[in-house]
């Protein structure tokens, strides 16, 4: 089982965002009520507080990024974007406004000093700024799905994104231009295989919805993940098919595999890789869900996939454990203790609403999640 390590305390309602700032060691979590706090992780407790304006529905903290080789952040307080120095009294600095809420900040990191973020709103927009500039400029505004835009996330260049949605797509960008360049319909993948347990069958009546999308952190990797409504984490290879003729530049993504690992809606992915496992073993995904639980996917090594038939599955559950929130943020912060058993963990962080009166309400808890398989899990 996993082992909850500290809890980070402060927020009146539940977080709703959460980021980690390699830069200085600190949590930044956002939550219902429009409070910021940023968390020190060695000591729990909140090194920095910031209150937004305007009334919960207005304000509240729904998306936030640490700035890549800062200590300074982006945050989406309801539709209005802003810049944050946690080392100033300034206030914090507004940027942008969306034509909705903000569900999600992204950061290019494949440039070392990055200038350009990305807004994924309710109104189904993406909007590109350039934070650098004084004030930010807009750069570029285009309705990216029908209906709610829920994330974004960079591919292998600056100018290279993807989406996803409640229309039930990702979508493949090119920024510089607005440019759709792919696009994948995930309400007609299906898998009904409980991976816990095999021999069943299970249903979901939650459509599948795109909460959250997530690259593979290695350069020489193609692999994204989605988090899906129906429970399910969908596996795609990116730049992977054929072109369609000679003058397409990219290739199409192509649809590895569907897990279903969460009996409710699965809400975010990371993928992260130990550094004291082997290489072939040492890749997982990890996924959170409104069901109270944390899922951890092996991602297979070369060998692996050489050797797999289309009757297996190339990515095994090695574990799905109960945190006690529905989880509605989830960051991967390293590597954690091991267990008693020697198996190696992965340190997540979890906010969310409490599922049980042992959790408060508003905390953020970090938990060491076990990575490899105990030879008695059963799919608890």
């Known amino acids: 089982m996993a082992k909850l390590h500290s809890s980070f305390r402060g927020h009146a309602q539940p977080v709703l965002s959460l980021s980690f700032g390699k830069e200085n060691g600190m949590i930044a979590s956002g939550s219902g009520d429009g409070v910021l706090h940023l968390f020190d992780i060695k000591t729990s407790q909140s090194a920095f507080k910031f209150a937004f304006d305007g009334t919960d529905e207005e304000n509240e903290v729904a998306a936030l990024a640490f700035i890549p080789g800062s200590q300074n952040l982006l945050v989406a307080s309801g539709q209005d974007a802003y810049l944050l120095d946690p080392r100033s009294d300034s206030k914090p600095v507004l940027m942008a406004k969306a034509a909705d809420q903000i569900n999600s900040i992204v950061i290019p990191t494949s440039q070392p000093s990055p200038n350009t973020a990305v807004f994924a709103d309710d109104a189904g927009d993406i909007s590109t ?70 021999n069943s069958e299970i249903e979901s009546i939650n459509p599948p919805f795109v909460y959250n ?21 969908v596996i795609v290879q990116r730049d992977a098919g054929p072109k369609a003729n000679k003058k397409k530049k990219t290739r199409p993504c192509m649809v590895d595999a569907v897990m279903p690992v969460h009996s409710w809606s699965c809400t975010v992915v990371e993928f992260w890789r130990s550094e004291s496992l082997e290489a072939e073993t040492a890749d997982v995904v990890i996924s959170g869900g409104l069901d109270g639980c944390i899922g951890v996917l092996g991602v297979p090594g070369s060998a692996e996939l050489n050797e797999k038939s289309q009757n297996q599955t190339a990515y095994p559950l090695k574990g799905k454990y109960s945190v006690g929130r529905k989880v509605d943020g989830l960051i991967c912060l390293g590597e954690g203790a091991n267990l008693d058993d020697g198996r190696v963990t992965v340190r997540v962080a979890v906010a969310g609403c409490a599922t049980t009166k042992k959790r408060d309400a508003g905390a953020v808890d970090v938990w060491d999640v076990p990575v490899k398989r105990d030879a008695s899990f059963r799919g608890r």
């Open 129 to 198: 700024i350039d934070f650098r500039k004084l004030g930010g400029k807009l750069l570029k505004t285009w309705t990216a799905h029908t209906n709610i835009c829920m994330h974004a996330a960079f591919g292998a260049t600056p100018s290279d994104l993807y989406s996803g949605g409640f229309d039930y797509h990702i979508h493949r960008w090119d920024i510089s231009n607005g440019a759709r360049l792919d696009s994948i319909n995930v309400s007609i993948l299906s898998s009904n295989k409980d991976q816990a347990n095999p």
């Open 213 to 233: 999308l997530a690259m593979h952190p290695s350069a020489s990797s193609n692999k994204m993940a989605a988090a899906l409504g129906n429970g399910s984490v």
